[in-house]
């Protein structure tokens, strides 16, 4: 534990396990490579501090009043606790839409490290409807879970498609 943040059981606060893991991940960068048509493809990813209040789900929790902070400082206001789970899980929509999120924050970097599958995003072919922009799909070999990647930017991080039993 860093000096600053608050003691508290992290086992049933995914929040905070998940800033912890994305403050963990600022410091890597992963390349993925991959070959198709004969010919050897690179995709970088990194993760910036702004990009977590999002990829959280943050902007689905307009119903509560939490701190204002600049999107990068708030994993560090979650991690020394001035923004809490027991405030967050008010939220109506956080069972659907940020918990799902937090789950597969969690488990991010330990999937990057393990086997899992890159394909190429289809939204058209899952049995629920989604407007992401993306061009891969990570899908642990291990873990129900999948992350969408996009190649359009240098800079653009892994977001959690919407936890579900990959079929």
Same mark, same amino acid.
């Given at each position: *534990?860093?000096?600053?943040?608050?003691?508290? !059981?992290?086992?049933?606060?995914? @929040?905070? %396990?998940?800033?912890?893991?994305?403050?963990?991940?600022?410091?890597?960068?992963?390349?993925?490579?991959?070959?198709?048509?004969?010919? #050897?493809?690179?995709?970088?990813? =990194?993760?910036?501090?702004? !990009?977590?209040?999002? #990829?959280?789900?943050?902007?689905?929790?307009?119903?509560?009043?939490?701190? %204002?902070?600049?999107? %990068?400082? =708030?994993? !560090? *206001? +979650?991690?020394? /606790?001035?923004?809490?789970?027991?405030?967050?899980?008010? /939220?109506?929509?956080?069972?659907?839409? &940020?918990?799902?999120? @937090?789950?597969?924050? &969690?488990?991010?970097?330990?999937? @990057?490290?393990?086997?899992?599958?890159?394909?190429?995003? *289809?939204?058209?072919?899952?049995?629920?409807?989604?407007?992401?922009?993306? !061009?891969?799909? +990570?899908?642990?070999?291990?873990?129900?879970?999948?992350? &969408?990647?996009?190649?359009?930017?240098? %800079?653009?991080?892994?977001?959690?498609? &919407?936890?579900?039993? *990959?079929?």
């Amino acid at each position: *534990m860093r000096e600053g943040e608050n003691v508290h !059981d992290e086992k049933q606060d995914i @929040l905070y %396990r998940a800033a912890a893991v994305w403050k963990e991940l600022t410091g890597y960068h992963y390349r993925l490579t991959y070959g198709y048509k004969g010919e #050897l493809h690179e995709i970088k990813l =990194t993760f910036s501090p702004e !990009d977590f209040p999002h #990829l959280a789900g943050f902007h689905y929790l307009k119903d509560i009043a939490l701190p %204002r902070y600049s999107p %990068r400082k =708030t994993v !560090d *206001m +979650i991690l020394s /606790g001035k923004i809490t789970y027991d405030k967050v899980k008010k /939220g109506a929509l956080y069972q659907e839409y &940020v918990k799902p999120r @937090l789950l597969a924050l &969690v488990r991010l970097k330990e999937i @990057l490290e393990q086997e899992f599958d890159l394909f190429s995003y *289809m939204p058209q072919f899952y049995p629920f409807v989604t407007k992401i922009k993306a !061009d891969y799909l +990570i899908s642990s070999r291990i873990e129900p879970t999948a992350f &969408v990647l996009s190649s359009l930017s240098e %800079r653009q991080p892994p977001a959690p498609l &919407v936890e579900k039993k *990959m079929l």
